[in-house]
T-cell receptor, first 115, second 112 residues
Framework: DAMVIQNPRYQVTQFGKPVTLSCSQTLNHNVMYWYQQKSSQAPKLLFH???????NEADTPDNFQSRRPNTSFCFLDIRSPGLGDAAMYLC??????????????FGDGTRLSIL | AQSVTQLDSQVPVFEEAPVELRCNYSSSVSVYLFWYVQYPNQGLQLLLKYLSGSTLVKGINGFEAEFNKSQTSFHLRKPSVHISDTAEYFC??????????FGQGTRLTINP
């Protein structure tokens, strides 16, 4: 089945130690998203790629970066994780659409813990 | 600008009882509405979507939702819930720049 795969499912890192989360998709969707979700909250969009065009949300901290080397893969880099960055990180994809009519397809997330 | 309000943060119901999860939206552009479900430690799964046409939308797992333009609502319903429906439910509106605006979520708890 076509899907969105996130690795690893659980990631533990140390305070201040860079960490990379990965996402791959077999849906051939041209839009990919990264969300941060804290306990009992809605997902918060960090940024998205429309093909190779990077779109950062205004309130996304500079500590968060992303790379999309090809259509299938997208990475989330946290340069210096703080305790407040402990969360579930969700990757999603969607097809190109006029005005947001296409649903987003989500991976199962990576739960990040900071020691 | 778009926004979504889910009117209940938690909804407890007994198994086999009906349930309604309420969602109100505001949007200044074309409205596309979605309901997602999130089971513990998983991503979001699409339950159903409204793009246009019939205002009653049927989704997976026996859920349905009704789009009401005059009341700017998109409430989710199920006539008889099961223990397995215990999850967090998110209403979302699309309509600009390939982005979704989510509500704060409703935690549905099914009691035996």
């Amino acid at each position: 089945d076509a899907m969105v795969i996130q690795n690893p499912r659980y990631q533990v890192t140390q305070f201040g130690k860079p960490v990379t989360l990965s996402c791959s998709q077999t849906l051939n969707h041209n839009v990919m998203y990264w969300y941060q979700q804290k306990s009992s909250q809605a997902p918060k969009l960090l940024f998205h790629y429309y093909d190779k065009d990077f779109n950062n949300e205004a309130d996304t901290p500079d500590n968060f970066q992303s790379r999309r080397p090809n259509t299938s893969f997208c990475f989330l880099d946290i340069r210096s994780p703080g305790l407040g960055d402990a969360a579930m990180y969700l990757c999603a994809t969607s097809r190109d659409t006029q005005g947001g009519s296409q649903p987003q397809h989500f991976g199962d997330g990576t739960r990040l813990s900071i020691l | 600008a778009q926004s979504v309000t889910q009117l209940d943060s938690q909804v407890p119901v007994f198994e086999e009882a009906p349930v309604e999860l309420r969602c109100n939206y505001s949007s200044s552009v074309s409205v596309y509405l979605f309901w997602y479900v999130q089971y513990p430690n998983q991503g979001l799964q699409l339950l159903l979507k409204y793009l246009s046409g019939s205002t009653l939308v049927k989704g997976i797992n026996g859920f349905e939702a009704e789009f009401n333009k005059s009341q700017t609502s998109f409430h989710l319903r199920k006539p008889s819930v099961h223990i397995s429906d215990t999850a967090e439910y998110f209403c979302a509106v699309g309509g600009g720049a390939q982005k979704l605006v989510f509500g704060q979520g409703t935690r549905l708890t099914i009691n035996p």
